[in-house]
Nanobody, 123 residues
Framework: QVQLVESGGGLVRAGDSLRLSCAVS??????MAWFRQAPGKEREFVGC????????RYADSVKGRFSISRDNDENTVYLQMNSLKPEDTAVYYC??????????????????WGQGTQVTVSS
C-alpha cells in the first residue's frame, strides 16, 4: 500500500527558508512532485522531477527559490524553499506518479498524494 507522509510545515517570516519532507513507501514510481493550495484558490503545480533523478521542472513563481530532491536511502522527497514570500502561504502536498507522461504538471496525472502540510509566511 502506497503511503506519503509529509512534515516540516510551519510559520516563518518573509525571506526565511523552510524544508518540507515527504516519506514515501509502498511502491515504485516515475515522478515525484509538489503542489500547493492557497486559501480560496485551486491546487497548483510547484515542481516535479523524475523519481530516478534528473533536471527538475518548476513553476515560474518558485523558480530559483525552491528545489526538489530525494534521499535514496530513506525514500524521502524534499522541497527546499528559500526566500519565502507571503504569497507562498499555502497547504503543500507531495505526490507521486507511476505513469509515462513526460514531467507531468496536472493534478490528475499523479496517482498518490500526501495529506498536506501548512506553510504560512508572514510579511
Amino acid at each position: 500500500q502506497v503511503q506519503l507522509v509529509e512534515s516540516g510545515g510551519g510559520l516563518v517570516r518573509a525571506g526565511d527558508s523552510l524544508r518540507l519532507s515527504c516519506a514515501v513507501s509502498g511502491g515504485t514510481f516515475s515522478y515525484m512532485a509538489w503542489f500547493r493550495q492557497a486559501p480560496g484558490k485551486e491546487r497548483e503545480f510547484v515542481g516535479c522531477n523524475r523519481w530516478s533523478g534528473g533536471l527538475p521542472r518548476y513553476a515560474d513563481s518558485v523558480k530559483g527559490r525552491f528545489s526538489i530532491s530525494r534521499d535514496n536511502d530513506e525514500n524521502t522527497v524534499y522541497l527546499q524553499m528559500n526566500s519565502l514570500k507571503p504569497e507562498d502561504t499555502a497547504v503543500y502536498y507531495c505526490a507521486v506518479d507511476s505513469g509515462s507522461t513526460w514531467y507531468p504538471r496536472r493534478l490528475d496525472e499523479y496517482d498518490y498524494w500526501g495529506q498536506g502540510t501548512q506553510v504560512t509566511v508572514s510579511s
